[in-house]
């Protein structure tokens, strides 16, 4: 074999030395520059920047033009922010995915204010979907109706040969009609289910078409199951319209019905993410029946923690849900002392207080981690001490059990949240102060119990943590509403003047950071999500509004005009003309 000449091997050494260089040069940069921006970073080392870099799906630069400057290569797509307000992308901290993306093919009665409404939109629906067997829909509230709770002649008047189900807002009472009580076997003589009531006539004894709590499950186990086609599509728009109003990771809080169970949809979703259509991330927990968890609900816990783990950036199953009480409107709520409109009710827990405990405990040992839904003040104390038991026994650190919703609260628990590391998972639309707050809830907690009304910032400033969410579909899942009230309390036309219980108001900064950091801390997943900064995840938003700026009965105005989900820009707002490019626009202004 011939020799090659030296001065060839020395050419060639050359060139393999300027190839590599170029190639490590070109690798070192990154993928996406965010230019001319206004960024708050929410993390308290380095609260502001003016740009950042992406890398590999993460940030991997945060500062000023000059310092981020060095990370542009020739295939660097630039972004300009044309100094719009630029943050981490929001967290939906508490979230009924699959329910609230089916619903939107119901109708919805949501904005309505009385029952002729109500009928008109129901009316219309049927109309509209003569090939439906059921009319379905959601969204009615209390005051809506005469006494306070619906009845199936309304829907009679309308709709009397088809069967009809409608959900309250708050999914906790449910409303059909006569041909819906035919079909589930609702009768004079239906005995009530555990952890549910058959409204019934107090003259006659007949069912009124009202379903309280897992009453109404006995007309859901009738309705018609989606199709997994169905669910697919029903997904897809959800999370399209997610990604429109900043959402990059929602966490599912456990429903118990079968069509819409946190579990029965995350192989559509693994599929989405295998094809790369999966544009939001996704963290769910599993329904614990109050009968307690047996082999088989241990089974399929370890089955989805192995196919779905924490370490998976895109879609976790890593905790369990309890639900602990029901709702103040309906008096299901487990309360401490007496309603204050009815001294002879008090509510009830869901759970036998000692079996809750142990499953808690169990859960905990296991290093799941724990919701529970707990809204009158009696389920509040409840968990919290069966909380603190579970540390004490199996001496767990940081285990961050969350508490759901903490609609009223005794004063000695508030400061509880703080010293035991229970998140407060709250959701702050839920506090907008409108005729349901105030005329029914409020008169039903009491004036007393009504000035601890949705604690956000006594808990918070006793050292508790707050994550924020929407509880979609019970209100909508734009946060930018919830933003507004938790900053405001008040209606968007501003009332009341004072703001409802305003000493419980948060700073913007507050709340930002519940629907940032503080919702990742409340998923333990803040080492990679919920501030900007190097390092992590690249899940930001590009807003309209300088939330810093305008005033803030209007920032439920805000629109978002991009949303980025690790690097990927998933949605541009049609409002938005700024344009991406590459290295060769050299940052100047489009």
Same mark, same amino acid.
């Given at each position: 074999m011939g020799q090659y000449p030296t001065n060839f091997l020395k050419i060639a050494a050359v060139l393999l030395f300027v190839v590599c260089g170029a190639h490590a040069q070109t690798a070192a940069k990154a993928d996406a520059i965010v230019i001319h921006a206004h960024v708050y970073t929410v993390n308290a080392k380095q609260p502001w920047a003016e740009a950042l870099a992406i890398r590999q799906h993460r940030v991997v630069a945060v500062g000023t033009a000059a310092e981020v400057e060095h990370w542009r290569g020739p295939r660097t797509q630039i972004i300009d922010a044309q100094d719009h307000l630029v943050l981490p992308g929001f967290y939906d901290s508490h979230i009924h995915f699959m329910e609230g993306a089916l619903s939107l093919e119901k109708v919805n009665v949501d904005d309505t204010k009385n029952v002729t409404e109500i009928q008109k939109k129901v009316k219309a629906f049927a109309d509209a979907h003569p090939e439906d067997p059921w009319v379905l829909g959601r969204g009615w509230s209390y005051p809506e109706f005469p006494g306070g709770m619906p009845d199936k002649k309304y829907l009679d008047e309308v709709i009397p040969d088809r069967p009809v189900y409608i959900e309250g807002f708050d /999914?906790?009472?449910?409303?059909? $009609?006569?041909?819906?009580?035919?079909?589930?076997?609702?009768?004079?003589?239906?005995? $009530?289910?555990?952890?549910?009531? %058959?409204?019934?006539?107090?003259?006659?004894?007949?069912?009124?078409?009202?379903?309280?709590?897992? +009453?109404?499950?006995?007309?859901?186990?009738?309705l018609p199951a989606p199709s997994r086609a169905e669910r697919t599509a029903a997904l897809k728009k959800a999370i399209a319209w997610a990604n429109s109003v900043g959402l990059t990771r929602v966490v599912g809080c456990g429903n118990d019905t079968a069509s819409t169970s946190d579990y029965l949809f995350m192989d559509i979703l693994r599929q989405m993410q295998k094809s790369g259509d999966l544009t939001l991330r996704f963290s769910n927990s599993y329904y614990v029946d109050p009968k307690g968890l047996g082999p088989a609900d241990w089974k399929t816990i370890s089955t989805l923690r192995k196919q779905y783990p924490a370490t998976d950036d895109w879609l976790t199953f890593d905790a369990a849900k309890f639900f602990l009480d029901g709702v103040i409107e309906s008096h299901t709520a487990a309360m401490l002392t007496p309603y204050s409109d009815d001294p002879k009710e008090i509510g009830s827990l869901r759970w036998d207080v000692e079996r809750y405990r142990a499953n808690v405990q169990a859960l905990d040992k296991a290093g799941i981690q724990v919701y529970t839904h707990a809204i009158g003040d009696k389920a509040v104390r409840t968990a919290l001490d069966a909380y603190e038991s579970a540390a004490k026994a199996n001496s767990t650190y940081d285990a961050r059990p969350r508490i759901e919703h903490i609609e009223t609260i005794s004063a000695q628990d508030i400061p509880r949240f703080g010293k035991l590391g229970v998140i407060a998972s709250f959701q702050p639309l839920h506090a907008y102060?409108?005729?349901? =707050? #105030?005329?029914?809830? #409020?008169?039903?907690? /009491?004036?007393?119990?009504? =000035?601890?009304?949705?604690?956000?910032?006594?808990? +918070?400033?006793? !050292?508790?943590?707050? +994550? *924020?969410?929407?509880?979609?579909?019970?209100?909508?899942?734009?946060?930018? &509403?919830?933003?507004? @009230? +938790?900053?405001?309390?008040?209606?968007?036309?501003?009332?009341?003047?004072?703001? *409802?219980?305003?000493?419980?108001?948060?700073? #913007?900064?507050?709340?930002?950071?519940? &629907?940032?950091?503080?919702?990742?801390?409340?998923?333990?997943?803040?080492?990679?999500?919920?501030?900007?900064?190097?390092?992590?995840?690249?899940?930001?938003? %590009?807003?309209?509004?300088?939330? *810093?700026?305008?005033?803030?009965?209007?920032?439920?105005?805000?629109?978002?005009?991009?949303?980025?989900? /690790?690097?990927? %820009?998933?949605?541009?707002?049609?409002?938005?003309?700024?344009?991406?490019?590459?290295?060769?626009?050299? !940052?100047?202004? @489009?």
């Open positions: /999914g906790h009472t449910g409303w059909a $009609n006569s041909k819906a009580l035919e079909l589930s076997g609702i009768t004079k003589t239906t005995p $009530n289910p555990v952890n549910g009531e %058959i409204v019934r006539d107090p003259k006659t004894g007949e069912a009124t078409g009202a379903l309280k709590e897992d +009453a109404a499950n006995i007309v859901v186990r009738h102060p409108d005729e349901d =707050t #105030l005329d029914v809830w #409020l008169k039903n907690a /009491g004036e007393e119990r009504g =000035t601890r009304a949705w604690a956000w910032q006594s808990i +918070a400033r006793s !050292g508790g943590r707050l +994550a *924020f969410g929407s509880d979609w579909p019970v209100v909508t899942l734009n946060p930018w &509403y919830g933003v507004q @009230n +938790a900053v405001t309390r008040q209606t968007r036309d501003g009332k009341p003047e004072d703001g *409802f219980v305003p000493k419980e108001r948060i700073s #913007l900064q507050q709340a930002i950071e519940g &629907y940032t950091l503080g919702a990742a801390i409340g998923a333990r997943r803040e080492k990679t999500e919920g501030t900007i900064e190097p390092g992590k995840l690249a899940d930001l938003i %590009i807003v309209s509004e300088d939330l *810093f700026k305008v005033e803030p009965r209007d920032i439920y105005k805000t629109q978002v005009l991009a949303t980025m989900v /690790g690097g990927r %820009i998933v949605y541009r707002s049609p409002e938005w003309k700024s344009s991406s490019s590459d290295s060769s626009r050299k !940052g100047n202004r @489009n």
